[in-house]
């Protein structure tokens, strides 16, 4: 089975434009969770989505959105891109809404810089 | 906020020498999770432990969660150049609430 999927793994952008990542959780899973890694941090959390509900939000500010789609799939849009966004963006996916109690599984993550 | 501190950033250990990972959290856990991180990849879920006072191992990895469930450690015994990489401890406060991680520790493996 396919772990979980994100796209693209790279991604170039420049100060002020906006930015769309996709993530696909595992098979069955129904829960997708967003966090941003800058270089030498660990993950910060950003959102939390199941059944396509908003379960959780992080310290991000409003240029940060998400939704989850039918199919559980996911995406995180960026909108007024500033340099501080450059980071790992990882997506991961669990079962059930109560990520507390359960493993993340991670994708391999977009890579993105800005300009 | 919640907030979950690691000691030390960062560790370089002969091959065969063993490695131990400190977590802190300003507040009580319900439960803790570790993570590991190779350079280049994601983080991989490796356990999770819940009671207070809990020791789990896994071959030549223990990882324990401390009796007031605020903090936790993975040790690992005579460390090999697979365990390169970054360990991360994450932790929450309830049900259902958000996983706050560490900022990691970076094992390097000298053979």
């Keep these: ?115 | 906020g919640q907030q979950v501190m690691q000691i030390p950033q960062y560790q370089h250990v002969q091959e065969g020498e063993d490695f131990t990972t400190y977590c802190n959290s300003s507040t009580t856990l319900s439960n803790i999770q570790w993570y590991k991180q190779r350079p280049g990849g994601h983080p991989v879920f490796l356990i999770q432990l819940v009671k207070s006072g809990e020791v789990k191992k896994q071959k030549r990895l223990t990882f324990q969660f401390g009796e007031a469930k605020k903090n936790s450690s993975l040790h690992i015994t005579a460390t090999q150049t697979t365990d390169v990489g970054t360990y991360f401890c994450a932790g929450t406060e309830g049900y259902g609430n958000k996983l706050v991680f560490g900022a990691g520790t970076i094992l390097r493996v000298k053979s």
């Design chain 1, 1 to 115: 089975d396919a772990g979980v999927t994100q796209s693209p793994t790279h991604l170039i952008k420049t100060r002020g434009q906006h930015v769309t990542l996709r993530c696909s959780p595992i098979s069955g899973h129904k829960s997708v969770s967003w966090y941003q890694q800058v270089l030498g941090q660990g993950p910060q959390f950003i959102f939390q989505y199941y059944e396509k509900e908003e379960r959780g939000r992080g310290n991000f500010p409003d240029r940060f959105s998400a939704r989850q789609f039918p199919n559980y799939s996911s995406e995180l849009n960026v909108n007024a891109l500033l340099l501080g966004d450059s980071a790992l963006y990882l997506c991961a996916s669990t079962w059930t809404g109560d990520t507390s109690n359960q493993p993340q599984h991670f994708g391999d993550g977009t890579r993105l810089s800005i300009l």
